[in-house]
């Protein structure tokens, strides 16, 4: 048994735990903001954001900073039913989610911008790479991120949602499937996190997905 001990640095501590809480559970959604608050101080967070900077595209918007508002769902549903918008908007009622479901981060340093930007934006590499919201799918869309953008935390999620499978005896070659699908989706698509969705919530989404190299699942 992982032994968590007093002399594990405060953040190391609290990524491992978030770690066991998602391997136990994979819907702990703040188990996954535990262990990004838990990696952000360690080189493999300071690697993540090297990578993204050597994106032309994906260096641009972070030195923009660029945020939009939060979305009205209702206006978005609106849009034209093959658009981004429309779907956007269906599929965070549908969950019954808000729009600022996540974690909140003041935004100080490019691993905070570019942590709010994954976060706000989350649902809408949903929609354009077609991965679901089920275990598969989630695991397809993180293989789909290390892919776009060398996230650790990516690597932690399908880490212990592997575990998570192995303990409730679930099949395996459906989700290894998915991150094998979702890695070779990120490393022929245009960078996700250079767009700037929300300016064009009504393009359809067969559009985006020329635009950006990718078939969706």
């Known amino acids: ?24 559970n994979p819907n702990q959604t703040e188990a996954v903001f535990d262990m ?33 508002p939060n979305p009205d769902l209702e206006q978005l549903l609106n849009c034209p039913q093959d658009s981004l918008g429309y779907h956007y908007a269906a599929e965070i009622k549908r969950a019954g989610l808000q729009t600022t479901f996540y974690r909140q981060l003041d935004v100080a340093d490019d691993y905070s911008y570019i942590a709010m930007r994954l976060r706000q934006t989350h649902d809408v590499w949903h929609i354009i790479t077609g991965f679901g919201t089920d275990l ?25 949602s592997v575990i998570y499978a192995l303990k409730s005896s679930s099949p395996l070659n459906p989700l290894v499937e998915r991150m094998q699908q979702g890695w070779l989706m990120g490393e022929k698509a245009h960078p996700f996190l250079a767009e700037k969705w929300e300016e064009d919530w009504e393009k359809p989404l067969s559009e985006w997905r020329t635009k950006l190299r990718v078939e969706a699942v």
């Open 36 to 68: 990004a608050d838990g990696l952000r101080p360690t080189d493999l967070y300071q690697q993540f954001i090297e990578y993204a900077h050597s994106k032309p595209a994906i260096a641009q918007i972070i030195q923009e900073r660029y945020f939009a």
């Open 1 to 24: 048994m992982l032994d968590l001990t007093p002399e594990m640095p405060p953040h190391i501590l609290k990524a491992v735990r978030g770690f066991i809480d998602f391997a136990n």
């Open 136 to 160: 598969a799918g989630e695991l397809g869309l993180q293989a789909f991120s290390l892919a776009q953008t060398r996230s650790p935390l990516a690597v932690a999620i399908m880490a212990a």
